[in-house]
Nanobody, 117 residues
Framework: QVQLVESGGGLVQAGGSLRLSCAAS????????MGWYRQAPGQQRELVAR?????????ADSVKGRFTISRSRENAKNTVFLHMDSLKPEDTAVYYC?????????WGQGTQVTVSS
């Protein structure tokens, strides 16, 4: 069974920084993408950033230049990090880790990020 364990959310003032991490455990096929989505109240879940299997990264336009995603494979563990700088109140949302293979998509439980003005 695949598990995605997230950490690092919290409350921060506008202009501040946070780092999210997500560690994947369990058995799964080759990862196509691993990254972060977010969902604000009353909004649809949207892509924030992701790493692809060829080593490239994708970012939502709203976070380009402020957020950085990176991936680690230390100790046979797949971990993805999201470093968020210059946070804005509109970044407030529940952030979900996502892992996609050719056949399945997995989600973490979500971590709340709240940015106060």
């Amino acid at each position: 069974q695949v598990q995605l364990v997230e950490s690092g959310g919290g409350l921060v003032q506008a202009g501040g920084s946070l780092r999210l991490s997500c560690a994947a455990s369990g058995s799964f096929l080759r990862i196509n993408t691993m990254g972060w989505y977010r969902q604000a109240p009353g909004q649809q879940r949207e892509l924030v950033a992701r790493c692809t299997s060829d080593g490239s990264t994708d970012y939502a336009d709203s976070v380009k230049g402020r957020f950085t995603i990176s991936r680690s494979r230390e100790n046979a563990k797949n971990t993805v990090f999201l470093h968020m700088d210059s946070l804005k109140p509109e970044d407030t949302a529940v952030y979900y880790c996502n892992l996609a293979t050719a056949y399945q998509t997995y989600w973490g439980q979500g971590t709340q990020v709240t940015v106060s003005s």
